[in-house]
Antibody, heavy 124, light 107 residues
Framework: EVQLVESGGGLVHFGGSLRLSCAASGLTFSAYWMTWVRQSPGGGLEWVANIHHDGNEKYYVDSVRGRFTISRDNAKNSLYLQMNSLSAEDTAVYYC?????????????????WGQGTLVTVSS | EIVLTQSPDFQSVTPKEKVTITCRASQSIGSSLHWYQQKPDQSPKVLIKYASQSISGVPLRFSGSGSGTDFTLTINSLEAEDAATYYCHQSSSLPWTFGQGTKVEIK
């Protein structure tokens, strides 16, 4: 069974930084694209970033590009999200998730496993 | 950015009733449309991939259809455990986007 466990969330002041971690088990971590998705309180889902198996391809939503960095350590079965210059709009539950691509697809398409999420609250 | 618009936003349904949720894309996305279910205080769970393909372990009462810009999620014979918010998601182009969600309540 795939397990994704996020950590590192908490309360941070406006303009501050936070690093989220995600520990993966029950899967060959190095074989999969991974993704971060966030959900604001009472709100909908927003894709944040994707990272290729080997970490050499990374994609971001415009609102976080230049402030957030997705990375991974395949030797440690871990995914990370470094978040800088945080603002109130970044307040959300952040989910670590596995992005799947079916055979023949060059890119991931859907998300088949999600962590339980970690809450990030940015206060002014 | 591709905008996904779901309708309705909220639906109150009697058990065993049929539920239909639609998702309209702002431009054609082929079949790169996926559906998720999120129960209160839980993480989302994938129900349907590529518009109509079933997911192992998901009850057969959940089905999807559509292509291009118009998609539908159907729940046949709603059960009490189906109370949740349902989201569509497009992966045709970056940034990935989600619909705003449809909350299904059991009467």
């Amino acid at each position: 069974e795939v397990q994704l466990v996020e950590s590192g969330g908490g309360l941070v002041h406006f303009g501050g930084s936070l690093r989220l971690s995600c520990a993966a088990s029950g899967l060959t971590f190095s074989a999969y694209w991974m993704t971060w998705v966030r959900q604001s309180p009472g709100g909908g889902l927003e894709w944040v970033a994707n990272i290729h198996h080997d970490g050499n391809e990374k994609y971001y939503v415009d609102s976080v590009r230049g402030r957030f960095t997705i990375s991974r350590d395949n030797a440690k079965n871990s995914l990370y999200l470094q978040m800088n210059s945080l603002s109130a709009e970044d307040t959300a539950v952040y989910y670590c998730a596995r992005a799947r691509r079916d055979p023949g697809d060059p890119s991931p398409n859907y998300i088949d496993s999600w962590g339980q999420g970690t809450l990030v609250t940015v206060s002014s | 950015e591709i905008v996904l618009t779901q309708s309705p936003d909220f639906q109150s349904v009697t058990p065993k009733e049929k539920v239909t949720i639609t998702c309209r894309a702002s431009q054609s996305i082929g079949s790169s449309l996926h559906w998720y279910q999120q129960k209160p205080d839980q993480s989302p769970k994938v129900l349907i991939k590529y518009a109509s393909q079933s997911i192992s372990g998901v009850p057969l009462r959940f089905s999807g259809s559509g292509s291009g810009t118009d998609f539908t999620l159907t729940i046949n014979s709603l059960e009490a455990e189906d109370a949740a918010t349902y989201y569509c998601h497009q992966s045709s182009s970056l940034p990935w986007t989600f619909g705003q969600g449809t909350k299904v309540e059991i009467k």
